[in-house]
């Protein structure tokens, strides 16, 4: 089996990258392989430019760089998102890499009578977000709730693709890097294991 693990930090020594490496060490013991997609080290442009609503409107086909990220999700039998949270989601470069990557005509099929279709129901999702406030703040104003409705179902319900796992490795301010990078080992272990379900919420 094959890990696509995606990573949206622009600081290759950060504790998204710590998290990222040791995923992938664990899907390597597992038997499994992978590929990180440093998505800010490689220079991936988020910005949605009108090629891009061209490419939803189905008039062109994708760019260079969008064709290839979706290469690598064809490659993989599961997609692994790293990212830190930013204003309680998903940072703009990861956002803006769903908005150009996941397009209509591969990702889902809709348009002037055509019935939605879901393209990506065979793509198992796991999710690990990193954030410096406490669990009790999260649920208190419903953050954590918004992150699931937007991220979870939002993207990846409406193309088909699973979300198997919704990790939240928080308080990293305070807790010190240690324990997340044993968690993420141990995600990245169990990653392919039948009824994997370790996350705070799946």
Do not use: Q
């Given at each position: 089996?094959?890990?696509?693990?995606?990573v949206a930090h622009p600081d290759p020594k950060s504790l998204s990258h710590?998290?990222?490496a040791q995923l992938a060490a664990g899907v390597e013991m597992a038997g499994h392989t992978f590929e990180i997609a440093d998505i800010a080290g490689e220079g991936f442009d988020p910005r949605y430019t009108a090629t891009d609503l061209a490419v939803h409107r189905r008039e062109v086909a994708p760019a260079a760089d969008v064709a290839a990220e979706q290469a690598r999700i064809?490659?993989?039998?599961?997609?692994?998102?790293v990212y830190p949270v930013y204003w309680w989601s998903m940072p703009a470069l990861l956002k803006g890499w769903i908005d150009r990557v996941f397009a209509n005509g591969w990702a889902y099929d809709e348009g002037a009578g055509i019935r939605p279709v879901k393209r990506l129901r065979h793509l198992k999702v796991h999710?690990?977000?990193?954030?410096?406030?406490?669990?009790?703040?999260y649920a208190r104003h419903g953050y954590f709730g918004?992150?699931?409705?937007q991220i979870d179902h939002g993207i990846f319900d409406y193309v088909g693709a699973p979300v198997v796992t919704s990790e939240l490795l928080l308080d990293t301010e305070t807790l010190g890097a240690a324990e997340h990078l044993e968690a993420a080992h141990a995600i990245g272990h169990n990653l392919f294991a039948a009824g994997h379900s370790r996350g705070v919420a799946a």
């Open positions: 089996m094959h890990a696509l693990i995606v710590g998290i990222a064809d490659r993989a039998d599961t997609l692994v998102l999710l690990v977000a990193i954030g410096g406030a406490t669990m009790r703040t918004a992150m699931k409705t």
